[in-house]
C-alpha cells in the first residue's frame, strides 16, 4: 500500500515567543511534502482531530476535492489554506492511495486577557490596544499584532526601552488565558540635541526654536525632554519658519538622525542643516481682483518695504491680514495667494499677493449642535451677525468670544464657516460641548490671612438654561463671617438689559498686630441689599446703574476700650486710641453708583488678549446719615506673546472718595470720611506687603525699663517692631499699578493645574487728616482707699520716678517741682501718610489643586515707607474670602 503525507505544524511549545524573537514565526510555513507520485485520484477527503469545528467546515476551507488528480502543490496551497484561517495550530494532510486525511489541532479559545507590570498605563489604556478578546480563536499572529501595538503605546509616550512579553497559561476544554508581561522601563529622554551646518545661529539659538528640549534638572515640569519622533519632525518644521523669517528663504534641513544610547534610556539627535544665503524683500505688490479693493490703496499698508530682510511671518501676517480685511467687506471666501519670485543674483525675494475676484458673501444659516440643557436663543442672542446678514470676518470672531465668555461651553470653541447653497452664501455652525455649569461646594482651607476657613455655597450659572445666575454662599472664619444670596437676569424679557440683586450679611472684625499676635479691635456688622441693572451702550461700551442701601453697626469690646468718664462707661482714647472712639457708632448708607465699562478683551474669566477700562462712581446721601462721593477709575490690558503661551498684562487703577458732610474740625483729628469708608492696600492688592501694611497709620509704642546714669533717669522707648501696636486708618485717595507675566509650562503641569508668573506691583493709599495722637502718655497711680491712720489716695495721678540712695528705682506722685524724670507708659505716631509709590516684585503659582484653589506668592518689598509693614510669602488654600 503506498502512502504519501505532507505535515506542517507549529512549534509544540505553549509558551509564546516575543515579536522580534522568533522572525520564523511571521510566516507559517510547512516542510516540504514528501514526494508523492503524480496522477493519483483522490477518492475521499476526511478530516480528524476537530472539536469545535465539523468537517465540512474544515473541507471547506481547502481545494481538494475528490475526483481531482493529487498533487504535491494542491497539497502545499491546501496546508496555506488552513493556516490562513487562524483557526489551528497544527495540520498535516496524508494520501493513502486516494483516500486523504486532513489530520487538525485546533487553536485554543482565549478565557481572559491578563496584564501585568504596567503602572504607567493603566489598563483602560491600554486595553482598547489588544484586538484578542475572551471568546476569540487564540492565534499566534494576533498576539504579535496586540504585542506591537502595546510596545508603540509605550513609545508615544516615550518609553522606548518597553518590553513584552506574552504567555499562555493552558486551561482545560482547550481554553489559555494570555497574559502580556510588560517591562515599561525608564522614560526615554534627550540626552543631546547637535546640529551641523549651521554658520550664522549658535546651537543655543536653534535649540531654543525647537519643541524639544535637552534633558536638564530644571526641566523637572517640561513635557519637551521625552522623545517623540511627531515632535522631531516638527522640529524641522520650526527650524525651517525660524531661518525663514530670517531671510533665508533657501533653508532646508538635509537629515534629522535620532540614535538611541546604548543603555536605551536617551536618544541623541542630530540634525544636518544647509542655511543657504540671506535675501532681501524686492519688489511687493498688491493685485486685486475685487472691486472694492483698489490694489494700489492695499499695497501703500503693506507691512513689508522693498530692501527690508525678507520675513516669510510677514507675508503669512500679509495674507491673513488681507483676507480678514476682505471679510470685513463680506468677501468671506476671499482667495490670497502670494507669488514668489526669487533673484538669486540679487539676493531679493520680488512678491506679488493675487486677490481674486469673489462674490460677495451673505449669512444664509446659522447653526448650532451640541446644546442639551442650554437654549438656542442663550447663544444665538451672543451673535453678532444674523441671518441674511452680509459676513464680516470680525463679527464672526467677536461672536466666538462672547460665546466663549458665557462660560458655559468649551474654551477652544469657534466659530466654524462652511459653503452655503450658493457662491455668495455662507453658513456659520457652532459646535458647542456643555460643561456643568451648576457648582454645590463644602470647603474648609487655611490661610496666612485667616486661618482657618469654611464655606459653603451653591451656584448655578445656567439656570434652567436660559443663562440665569442664582448664587447663595455662607462663610466663616476667625475674622469674618458673611450670608448672601442673589440673582442676576442677563437678558430681562428678551431684551439687552441685565437685572440683577444681592442681599447680604457681613460680619467682619478689624485687627491689629501685637507680639505677632492679631488682636481684634473693632468690629463691624453690615446689613444690607443691592439692586444692579446695565445696557450695552454698543459692542464695547456697557453701562451699570445700582442702588444699595444698608446698615452698619461699629462696636467696640468695652471690657477692654471703655472706662467710665464721669458720664458712665465711654470709649477711653487713652485705650482705644482716638480714632477708634471716632469710628463707632451705628449708620446708614443709601448710595446711587453707575459703571462705564469699555472692554475688547476675549475673555472675562481669563483673557488673553485685549483691554479694559471702567469708570465707577457712587453717590451716598440719597437718605440715611453718610453722605459722599466714590469714584474709582481702572484699566488693563493684556497681550499674547506671538504663540509662546506668554501672557503679559498692564494694569492701573486709583480712587478718591470726597466728603459731602462735617463731622468735625481737622485740627481735632476729625476726617470727614468715616475709617470703614476709606480706602485700604495691602495683601493681597500690593504682594511684598501684609495685610492693610501699606498707607496712614496710628503705631502705639511702649516705654520699657528705664535707664539711670549719675542719678539721671531716662525713659527708654521700645521700638521693636514685634512690640508695636500697629493700627491702619486708611486713606481718601489711594492709586495702584501691576505688570505680570505669565509663563507657560509643559502639558504636565497644565494637566496639574500650574500657571506660575512674575510680577511687579506699585501703588499707595493716602489723604487723611492726622488724628489727635496720645503723645507720652504717663503711668498713673492707683488709687487706695482710707485706713484709721491713714487718707485716701486719689487715682489716676501722674507717677514720677524717684532713685533711692542705694540707686533702687521707685516711683511717687510728687514731681519735686517738675525736677523727677515723669514715668512714662506709651505714646503714639503717626505714619505713612504719603503719595510716594511702595513698590515690590516676586513670583507666584496658581495651582488648581484637589482641595480648591491654592496660590503662593513670594515678593520682596524694594520701596516702603516708615510704617510700611512688610511681608515675604503668602499663601491661600481653599476658598478666597
Same mark, same amino acid.
Given at each position: ?40 485520484v ?53 494520501n ?113 526654536e ?14 519637551? /525632554? ?13 527650524l ?26 536617551d ?13 532681501k ?15 494700489e ?14 520675513? #516669510? ?22 482667495d ?10 540679487s ?27 442650554t437654549q ?5 442672542r ?28 468649551q ?5 466654524e ?10 453658513v ?15 470647603? #474648609? ?40 444670596i ?11 438689559i ?84 471716632d ?93 470703614t ?41 521700645n ?28 502639558s504636565? #503641569? ?108 513670594? #515678593?520682596?518689598?524694594?520701596l516702603?515707607?516708615?510704617g510700611?509693614? /512688610? ?9 478666597q474670602?
Open positions: 500500500m503506498k502512502r504519501h503525507s505532507l505535515t506542517l505544524s507549529l512549534l509544540a511549545s505553549t509558551a509564546l515567543m516575543g515579536v522580534c524573537a522568533s522572525p520564523a514565526l511571521a510566516q507559517d510555513a510547512a516542510p516540504p511534502a514528501s514526494a508523492a507520485p503524480q496522477g493519483d483522490i477518492q475521499s477527503i476526511s478530516v480528524v482531530g476537530t472539536q469545535r469545528l465539523e468537517g465540512d467546515t474544515v473541507r471547506s476551507y481547502v481545494r481538494l476535492r475528490p475526483g481531482q488528480q493529487w498533487s504535491q502543490a494542491s497539497a502545499d496551497q491546501a496546508l496555506k489554506d488552513l493556516y490562513e484561517t487562524d483557526l489551528f495550530a497544527d495540520v498535516s494532510i496524508r493513502d492511495n486516494g483516500a486523504v486525511t486532513i489530520q487538525v489541532r485546533e487553536n485554543p479559545v482565549v478565557n481572559r486577557i491578563v496584564l501585568e507590570g504596567n503602572k504607567r498605563i493603566k489598563n483602560d489604556k491600554i486595553g482598547p490596544e489588544i484586538k484578542l478578546a475572551p471568546r476569540q480563536i487564540f492565534s499566534r499572529a494576533k498576539v504579535r499584532a496586540d504585542v506591537a501595538r502595546i510596545v508603540e503605546l509605550y513609545k508615544r509616550q516615550g518609553r522606548f526601552a518597553a518590553s513584552v512579553e506574552p504567555k499562555l497559561v493552558q486551561l482545560d476544554q482547550n481554553r489559555v488565558d494570555v497574559v502580556f508581561e510588560i517591562t515599561e522601563g525608564p522614560k526615554s529622554k534627550v540626552r543631546q540635541i547637535n546640529v551641523i551646518g549651521n554658520n550664522e545661529f549658535s546651537d543655543n539659538k536653534l535649540r531654543g525647537m519643541l524639544t528640549k535637552q534633558s536638564r534638572f530644571f526641566r523637572f515640569f517640561s513635557s519637551g /525632554t521625552s522623545y517623540d519622533p511627531d515632535r522631531l519632525a516638527f522640529d524641522q518644521q520650526k525651517r519658519q525660524f531661518y525663514l523669517t530670517q531671510g533665508y528663504a533657501d533653508f532646508r534641513v538635509v537629515s534629522a538622525v535620532a540614535e538611541l544610547t546604548p543603555d536605551k534610556e536618544f541623541i539627535i542630530t540634525y544636518v542643516v544647509e542655511e543657504g544665503k540671506r535675501y524683500f524686492g519688489d511687493v505688490k498688491v493685485d486685486s481682483q475685487i472691486r472694492d479693493f483698489k490694489s490703496t492695499l499695497q501703500a499698508r503693506l507691512q513689508m518695504e522693498k530692501g527690508d530682510w525678507y520675513n #516669510a511671518k510677514q507675508v503669512e501676517d500679509t495674507v491673513e491680514g488681507l483676507s480678514e480685511t476682505a471679510g470685513l467687506f463680506g468677501y468671506a471666501f476671499a490670497v495667494n502670494p507669488r514668489f519670485e526669487p533673484d538669486r543674483e539676493l531679493t525675494m520680488n512678491i506679488t499677493f493675487e486677490v481674486a475676484e469673489t462674490p460677495r458673501v451673505f449669512v444664509e444659516r446659522i447653526d448650532i449642535n451640541g446644546n442639551t440643557l438656542d436663543k442663550v447663544i444665538r451672543e451673535f453678532r451677525l444674523n441671518e441674511g446678514d452680509a459676513f464680516n470676518s470680525f463679527q464672526v470672531r467677536r461672536s466666538s468670544d462672547r460665546i466663549k465668555s458665557l462660560g458655559y461651553f474654551e477652544d470653541l469657534e466659530v464657516q462652511a459653503q452655503g447653497s450658493g457662491p455668495d452664501r455662507i456659520l455652525t457652532t459646535n458647542v460641548e456643555e460643561r456643568p455649569n451648576g457648582e454645590l461646594s463644602l470647603s #474648609a482651607g487655611f490661610s496666612s490671612i485667616e486661618n482657618f476657613i469654611f464655606q459653603g455655597s451653591i451656584r448655578q450659572n445656567n439656570f434652567r438654561g436660559k443663562g440665569q445666575q442664582v448664587r447663595a454662599s455662607v462663610s466663616y472664619s476667625r475674622f469674618s463671617k458673611s450670608a448672601e442673589g440673582f442676576t437676569e442677563p437678558y430681562l424679557f428678551d431684551r439687552s441685565a437685572l440683577s440683586g444681592d442681599i447680604f450679611r457681613r460680619d467682619v472684625n478689624s485687627f491689629n498686630f501685637l507680639n505677632n499676635q492679631r488682636n481684634t479691635t473693632y468690629q463691624q456688622t453690615n446689613t444690607g441689599f443691592q439692586l444692579r441693572t446695565g445696557v450695552p451702550v454698543n459692542e464695547f461700551l456697557y453701562f451699570q446703574a445700582r442702588y444699595g442701601l444698608s446698615f452698619e453697626d461699629v462696636t467696640l469690646d468695652e471690657g477692654l476700650f471703655f472706662s467710665d468718664q464721669g458720664n458712665g462707661l465711654e470709649c477711653d482714647p487713652l485705650l482705644a486710641g482716638r480714632f477708634l472712639c469710628a463707632i457708632g451705628k449708620r446708614t448708607t443709601s448710595s446711587i453708583g453707575y459703571t462705564l465699562l469699555y472692554d475688547t478683551r476675549d475673555s472675562r474669566v481669563r483673557p488673553t488678549r485685549g483691554h479694559s477700562v471702567s469708570l465707577t462712581q457712587d453717590f451716598a446721601g440719597l437718605g440715611g446719615n453718610v453722605r459722599y462721593i466714590r469714584s474709582i477709575l481702572n484699566a488693563d490690558k493684556y497681550w499674547r506673546l506671538t504663540n509662546s503661551g506668554f501672557i503679559f498684562s498692564l494694569s492701573a487703577e486709583g480712587g478718591y472718595i470726597h466728603p459731602l458732610q462735617n463731622r468735625g474740625s481737622e485740627a481735632d483729628g476729625i476726617d470727614d470720611v468715616r475709617l469708608d476709606r480706602f485700604f492696600l495691602g495683601e493681597p492688592q500690593i504682594r511684598g506687603f501684609d495685610i492693610r501694611g501699606v498707607g496712614p497709620r496710628v503705631q502705639r509704642l511702649f516705654y520699657g525699663t528705664p535707664t539711670v546714669t549719675n542719678g539721671v533717669v531716662t525713659n527708654i522707648l521700638e521693636n517692631r514685634d512690640q508695636i501696636q500697629d493700627d491702619a486708618i486708611g486713606g481718601r485717595a489711594y492709586y495702584l499699578t501691576r505688570a505680570e507675566l505669565e509663563i507657560p509650562l509643559g504636565g #503641569a497644565k494637566e496639574l493645574g500650574l500657571r506660575p508668573s512674575i510680577f511687579v506691583d506699585a501703588g499707595a493709599v493716602f489723604n487723611v487728616a492726622s488724628p489727635r495722637l496720645n503723645v507720652n502718655v504717663p503711668q498713673l497711680s492707683v488709687a487706695i482707699p482710707a485706713t484709721n491712720t491713714t487718707p485716701a489716695v486719689v487715682g489716676g495721678l501722674p507717677l514720677y520716678y524717684v532713685v533711692g540712695t542705694d540707686g533702687a528705682l521707685s516711683t511717687s506722685t510728687d514731681s519735686l517741682n517738675g525736677t523727677r524724670t515723669p514715668a512714662l507708659r506709651f505714646t503714639e505716631r503717626f505714619l505713612g501718610d504719603s503719595v510716594k509709590p511702595r513698590l515690590s516684585v516676586g513670583f507666584g503659582v496658581n495651582w488648581r489643586s484637589p482641595f480648591g484653589p491654592f496660590r503662593i506668592d513670594i #515678593a520682596r518689598a524694594l516702603k515707607e516708615p510700611d509693614d /512688610t511681608k515675604l510669602i503668602t499663601f491661600n488654600v481653599g476658598t474670602f
